[in-house]
């Protein structure tokens, strides 16, 4: 009785190898690392130069607001002692007020600017999600990791499909 539930153990061992070997023959996989490729991609730069110049734009505009605090605030404490109690209640009502609008304009800029960077890169994403979806059925991949957010650890081999992407995007 023990024997033959070793031999049945073994045999349904044996099998679920063989199985495993088999489908495993199926799957064909392959990484690329997507920073190294949006790096290369048509348009990046004239997107990043947007992005640059409207951050720079947004910093101008907060370092302006942030100097007119700093200015009302000296200004302030330079005259308080001679203030009416009202009226130091007033300037100081004024400087939250302006504290308000700092942080309100800098959520808006991070806001405005993350917007604009998905709208940029919207496009190039798809069509790098295009030809990686292209690529990978064209030469059979079952599977294709990107290497560039750590969802791969380990991998022992497979193969690098970057260059088939950047032919089929048209990128040298």
Not at 114 to 134: G, T
Not at 137 to 162: H, P, R, S
């Amino acid at each position: 009785m023990i024997r033959q539930m070793k031999r049945m153990t073994l045999t349904l061992c044996v099998f679920m190898l063989c199985a495993s070997g088999f489908a495993q023959n199926k799957a064909k996989y392959a990484h690329l690392n997507s920073s190294d490729l949006m790096q290369v991609m048509p348009g990046r730069d004239s997107a990043q130069k947007v992005l640059e110049n409207l951050n720079a734009q947004l910093e101008d505009e907060l370092k302006s607001m942030y100097t007119e605090y700093q200015n009302k605030r000296g200004q302030f404490e330079r005259e308080q002692a001679t203030m009416s109690q009202a009226m130091q209640q007033t300037k100081m009502k004024e400087l939250e007020d302006l504290e308000n609008r700092i942080k309100s304009f800098q959520e808006q800029a991070q806001s405005e600017l993350q917007e604009k960077q998905e709208e940029l890169l919207k496009p190039m994403v798809d069509r790098a999600k295009a030809a990686i979806a292209k690529v990978a059925k064209d030469n059979g991949y079952t599977y294709v990791f990107d290497a560039a957010v750590g969802a791969l650890l380990y991998y022992d081999g497979g193969e690098d499909i970057i260059e088939l992407v950047k032919k089929e995007l048209g990128i040298k």
